[in-house]
């Protein structure tokens, strides 16, 4: 109907694929005025989440804008730790140049990956990524992980591992990585790329999660 220049109205067909919408709406501006909206997505919530959203967006804009905006200041703020985490922020006369070594740095660490506390290690997450690879040895070798503290560095980490003697424990240690905010390489304009930044828990909690291969981390 768009492109025949027929009105538009809202779809309600769901068919499991990935879609696009339009926006459309009228408004006229006097001289000097300022008019500002937001398009958000929201995805991949769960239905108390939506139930939660819906009763959000019965609120007035007024209560909803200033939730938003915080939002993006926070996401703003993490994504320029990250960056600085990998040395990507620098100061210069040429404004080009400093916004272009940012965004070098972004998109490498996009696909290796950044060290959320240097090279320490929390003992949940790793039982978390053991759960994943490898139930036998987490249920058989459960009092080691018992007794790990429950952050330790990572070279304490492969000592302990190697101090037990079992080869599958040491592999799945040696395996494990700290890493977050890494997606899978490919590039991103090609349909058939698809991969995940996961950054967060269900709970809100932060996610140590990569996608990226061996060299791109190594690259790194």
Known sequence: AFRRGHEVS?????????????????LELAPDQTRRWHI????????AAVEGLRQLLSLEATAVEPQIEADIARGSEALIRFVAAADGLQFTNQETTTAHHFANVL???MRGGIFVDNYRVGRDDLLDFVRVRNRVVLS????????????LSIQDLYELAGESGVPDLIRLCYEYLPLTFS????????PWNRFNINVSKPDGSARLDYQGNWRDIFQN
Request: no cysteine; hydrophobic share 40%; glycine share 8%.
């Open 40 to 47: 958000v997505a929201d995805v991949k919530q769960d239905s």
């Open 140 to 151: 058989s070798h459960a009092a080691w992980f018992a007794q790990l503290p429950e952050q």
């Open 183 to 190: 997606r899978r390489h490919g590039d991103p304009s090609r």
């Open 10 to 26: 809202t779809e309600l067909d769901i068919r499991g694929k990935q879609g696009a919408y339009f926006v459309l709406g009228a």
């Open 107 to 109: 998109f490498n660490i």
